[in-house]
Each structure stands twice: as structure tokens, then as C-alpha cells.
């Protein structure tokens, strides 16, 4: 079976940082990208960072310059780096991994369940 699971989120004060992590597991051939996605209160799911096999990197233009995005290809495992964060950071971020496994070959995509980020004081 394989999972996709977010970890690090929380509640931090405006101008704090914070570190999530994304392990993906399970019978894994191999994985081409993974992302970070968030959906704050009312609205849609929306692309916050990706990073794709050969190591290219995407952010939202509303994360530029503040979230770093980062991969260890040896533990399968997906960071975001936040810093200076927002008010308008807080929703739950998903994670997410491009896969091909033992039981499905060809690429899919996995999302993780969320981790939830409160930005207030």
C-alpha cells in the first residue's frame, strides 16, 4: 500500500517560520515530481510549490522569495521550508507525489491527507 503523509504543520505567530515534511512509502518504483498545495478556509485548492525529477523548482507568485522547497530522493521525502509567514499562509497544505508503483506502473498522482497552518498571534 502506498501513502503519502504531511507532517510539521502548526500554529505560529505572523513573521514565524515553519518546516513540513512529506514522506511518501509503500512499493514505489519510482516517484517524477511532488508538490505542496493548500486550501485555506473557503476557497479552492490552489499550487503553493513543486518540484519535478531533474530538480526544477515552481512557487506561487504569493510565496516567492519566503517558502523553499526541497527533495531527498533517498527517503522519498518532500520539505517546505516557510518563513515570514502570513495571516493569509493559514490553510491546510497537501503534499503531493507523482508515483509509478509495484501494483499501478504507470505515473499517478498521491495526496497526502493535510497538516493544518494557523498563522495569528
Given at each position: 500500500q502506498v501513502q503519502v503523509v504531511e507532517s510539521g504543520g502548526g500554529l505560529v505567530q505572523p513573521g514565524g517560520s515553519l518546516r513540513l515534511s512529506c514522506a511518501a512509502s509503500g512499493s514505489i518504483r519510482s516517484?517524477?515530481?511532488m508538490g505542496w498545495y493548500r486550501q485555506p478556509p473557503g476557497k479552492e485548492r490552489e499550487m503553493v510549490a513543486f518540484t519535478g525529477s531533474a530538480g526544477s523548482t515552481d512557487y506561487a507568485d504569493s510565496v516567492k522569495g519566503r517558502f523553499t522547497i526541497s527533495r531527498d530522493n533517498?527517503?522519498?521525502t518532500v520539505y517546505l521550508q516557510m518563513n515570514s509567514l502570513k495571516p493569509e499562509d493559514t490553510a491546510v497544505y497537501?503534499?503531493?507525489?507523482?508515483?509509478?508503483?509495484v501494483v499501478v506502473p504507470t505515473f499517478t498522482t498521491y495526496w497526502g491527507r493535510g497538516t493544518q497552518v494557523t498563522v495569528s498571534s
Amino acid at each position: 500500500q502506498v501513502q503519502v503523509v504531511e507532517s510539521g504543520g502548526g500554529l505560529v505567530q505572523p513573521g514565524g517560520s515553519l518546516r513540513l515534511s512529506c514522506a511518501a512509502s509503500g512499493s514505489i518504483r519510482s516517484i517524477n515530481s511532488m508538490g505542496w498545495y493548500r486550501q485555506p478556509p473557503g476557497k479552492e485548492r490552489e499550487m503553493v510549490a513543486f518540484t519535478g525529477s531533474a530538480g526544477s523548482t515552481d512557487y506561487a507568485d504569493s510565496v516567492k522569495g519566503r517558502f523553499t522547497i526541497s527533495r531527498d530522493n533517498a527517503k522519498n521525502t518532500v520539505y517546505l521550508q516557510m518563513n515570514s509567514l502570513k495571516p493569509e499562509d493559514t490553510a491546510v497544505y497537501y503534499c503531493n507525489a507523482v508515483m509509478q508503483t509495484v501494483v499501478v506502473p504507470t505515473f499517478t498522482t498521491y495526496w497526502g491527507r493535510g497538516t493544518q497552518v494557523t498563522v495569528s498571534s
